[in-house]
C-alpha cells in the first residue's frame, strides 16, 4: 500500500486531471489504485457526470451513482468558493478531525495505491483555523504538487515549495500540467523549477484531448512511487 496527497499551487491547475489520468496508467499496468476527492466545492447535482468525483470514478471503472460519490466525496458544497466560505453558505462546517479521520481510514484500508486529492491550493482554508496544509501535516503522507504553465506559475510554484518545505512535508514530485492559453512554453517552466526543486523531480505534462494515461509522463511519475 502507498498512499500519496495530491495538490497544488491553486485552484483549477490540473490536479483531477493528473489523478484520473496516473489511475487509469495504474489500472491498465495492472495496479490496484483508489482515490478521495473529500472536499468538493462548485458542486452541481444537476450536471454530476462532470464533476470532479465523476471523473475519478469514471477512471477507477465504479459506476457514477450518488453512493458512490458520497463514498469518495462527502463534502460536497454548491457555491464554487473556497470550502469555508462555501460550507458556511449552506450553513454548514468542515469538521476538520472527522476530514483527518476520513482519510487516515482510508489510508489503512488501502489495498494498493491511494490518491487523496486536496482541494484547490495549499493554503485554501477549511475551516477558521485549518487549511490544506495543514491537512496534508496530519497526514504526512507524500505529495504530489500539481502546478500550473501560466505566466506567474514558476514563482508560484516556488513559493509553494518553500511553505512544504518548511512544514518538512516530502515531495514525491512536481508535475506541471500545461495550462489553456498559456504563454510560457511548457519546457521551459519545467526546466525553470527543476533549477530550484532540490532535486525533486519535475515533469511536465501537455494538455491533452483524451487518451491521458497514453502519455509517456504518466509512466515518469508511476515510476517515482
Do not use: C
Given at each position: 500500500?502507498?498512499a500519496?496527497?495530491?495538490?497544488?499551487?491553486?485552484?483549477?491547475?490540473?490536479?483531477?486531471?493528473?489523478?484520473?489520468?496516473?489511475?487509469?496508467y495504474?489500472?491498465?499496468?495492472?495496479?490496484?489504485?483508489?482515490?478521495?476527492?473529500?472536499?468538493?466545492?462548485?458542486?452541481?447535482?444537476s450536471?454530476?457526470?462532470?464533476s470532479?468525483?465523476?471523473?475519478l470514478?469514471?477512471?477507477?471503472?465504479?459506476?457514477?451513482?450518488?453512493?458512490?460519490?458520497?463514498?469518495?466525496?462527502?463534502?460536497?458544497?454548491?457555491?464554487?468558493?473556497?470550502?469555508?466560505?462555501?460550507?458556511?453558505?449552506?450553513?454548514r462546517?468542515?469538521?476538520?478531525?472527522?476530514?483527518?479521520?476520513f482519510?487516515?481510514?482510508?489510508?489503512?484500508?488501502?489495498?494498493g495505491?491511494?490518491?487523496?486529492?486536496?482541494?484547490?491550493?495549499?493554503?485554501?482554508?477549511?475551516?477558521?483555523?485549518?487549511?490544506?496544509?495543514?491537512?496534508?501535516?496530519?497526514?504526512n503522507?507524500?505529495?504530489l504538487?500539481?502546478?500550473?504553465?501560466?505566466?506567474?506559475?514558476i514563482?508560484?510554484?516556488?513559493?509553494?515549495?518553500?511553505?512544504?518545505?518548511?512544514?518538512?512535508?516530502?515531495?514525491?514530485?512536481i508535475?506541471?500540467?500545461?495550462?489553456?492559453?498559456?504563454?510560457?512554453?511548457?519546457d521551459?517552466?519545467?526546466?525553470s523549477?527543476?533549477?530550484?526543486?532540490?532535486?525533486?523531480?519535475?515533469?511536465?505534462?501537455?494538455?491533452?484531448?483524451?487518451?491521458?494515461?497514453?502519455?509517456?509522463?504518466?509512466?515518469?511519475?508511476?515510476?517515482?512511487?
Open positions: 500500500m502507498a500519496y496527497f495530491v495538490t497544488s499551487t491553486g485552484t483549477d491547475i490540473g490536479k483531477t486531471f493528473v489523478t484520473a489520468g496516473l489511475i487509469r495504474l489500472r491498465t499496468a495492472g495496479t490496484n489504485a483508489a482515490a478521495l476527492k473529500p472536499i468538493v466545492s462548485g458542486y452541481d447535482s450536471v454530476v457526470e462532470t470532479d468525483p465523476a471523473v470514478l469514471k477512471a477507477l471503472g465504479r459506476a457514477v451513482t450518488a453512493d458512490e460519490i458520497a463514498s469518495i466525496a462527502p463534502w460536497r458544497f454548491r457555491a464554487p468558493l473556497a470550502p469555508d466560505i462555501a460550507a458556511a453558505r449552506e450553513g462546517s468542515i469538521d476538520f478531525e472527522q476530514l483527518v479521520a482519510s487516515r481510514n482510508a489510508i489503512r484500508a488501502a489495498t495505491m491511494l490518491f487523496i486529492e486536496g482541494v484547490g491550493g495549499i493554503m485554501v482554508p477549511l475551516d477558521g483555523k485549518r487549511t490544506v496544509l495543514d491537512w496534508m501535516a496530519a497526514l503522507i507524500p505529495l504538487l500539481v502546478v500550473g504553465g501560466y505566466l506567474g506559475a514563482s508560484h510554484t516556488l513559493t509553494a515549495l518553500d511553505v512544504l518545505w518548511q512544514r518538512k512535508l516530502k515531495i514525491a514530485a508535475v506541471v500540467s500545461e495550462s489553456e492559453r498559456g504563454t510560457v512554453e511548457l521551459d517552466t519545467v526546466a523549477i527543476a533549477r530550484f526543486s532540490n532535486g525533486i523531480d519535475v515533469i511536465g505534462l501537455p494538455r491533452l484531448p483524451g487518451g491521458i494515461n497514453d502519455h509517456p509522463a504518466f509512466a515518469q511519475i508511476a515510476a517515482l512511487f
